[in-house]
């Protein structure tokens, strides 16, 4: 049962990358926190709680999706793990409830306050699971199902952020919603990009933007999502005084992900670099948020 874990991990949740996206989103919510509230930096507990909780909420994301999306995975991507049978949904039921417990156990250790937090976030969680009960209506508009989903990512942030302010008796800080903004733009950001294809990429049954859309208007959507995380991101930054910093480190970024949308418009088999320029921005905009300014002394 451990190899066969072991490979659907591989296959479906790669614990390198995503152990490190969440410990990025957790220093940068919890050192973020800490700027904007003019508080000491979180110490390591706090960091590795909001790490561990971050990559448990992850993992709920990805095995509620294999029960969501069964069907269609069976029909149209039977190469997919539980399809063919690498994993049973009984065995990612187990993994789903050691993974609540395993949140409910951090929350609880951190502050009791926590569980009310981690409950709201559970709930949004449902809806967007069940599609917001329009599972129809959704599917056949991707924009709404796009806009439906991403705010998650900034519930998400915030609910990092209070690994730092709800232990030491604070309250978020009202700077905290820009920071969600960035968040949230940057999960549009990677949504996006990860359903960009080349025609000759193209599966039937899979929805992309690039099919939905046209190239055109996936290029101007991805690119629009990466301005707006900058933006936003930017004045988050500049509220904690390390716009400077922040402006460094994106708007390389940005400049490649401008010249990334006009490659694509005029060769459309190079739509992969868009999926990894938005994980490299995310990355470096998290970091450009919270632990970079700590390591290199700012503001």
Partial sequence: MLER???????????????????????S???????????????????AAAAGSVLLVFL???????????????RYRPYRAVPRGVVTLAELRGVLALGAAGQVAIAAAIDPGMLGLLALLWACHA?????FFAPR?????????????????????????????????GSAHPVLGWFALAAL???ALLEIGRKVRAPQDEEPGVVTYSAAWGRPVA????????LLACLSGGLAAWHSGVAGLFAAVLAPLLALGALACLRWMH?????????????????????????????????
């Fill in 5 to 27: 874990l072991w490979i659907y991990q591989r296959e479906r949740f790669p614990l390198g990358a995503l152990g490190l996206l969440a410990l990025l989103v957790a220093a």
């Fill in 29 to 47: 919510a919890t050192t973020f926190s800490a700027l904007v509230r003019g508080a000491a930096a979180p110490g390591g507990a706090a960091l």
């Fill in 60 to 74: 709920q994301m990805r095995v509620l999706d294999e029960f969501k999306d069964l069907a269609d995975d069976a």
């Fill in 127 to 131: 809806l967007m699971t069940a599609e």
């Fill in 137 to 169: 209506w959704l599917r056949a508009r991707p924009f709404a199902y796009l806009a439906s989903h991403v705010p998650f990512g900034g519930l998400l942030a915030l609910y990092a952020t209070a690994f730092e302010w709800l232990p030491r008796g």
């Fill in 185 to 187: 733009f940057s999960t």
């Fill in 219 to 226: 290029a101007a959507a991805w690119m629009s999502a990466l």
């Fill in 267 to 299: 060769d459309a088999r190079r739509a992969e670099a868009l999926e990894g320029l938005a994980g490299l921005t995310t990355l470096a905009l998290y970091a450009a948020l919270g632990p970079l300014p700590l390591l290199v002394g700012a503001p």
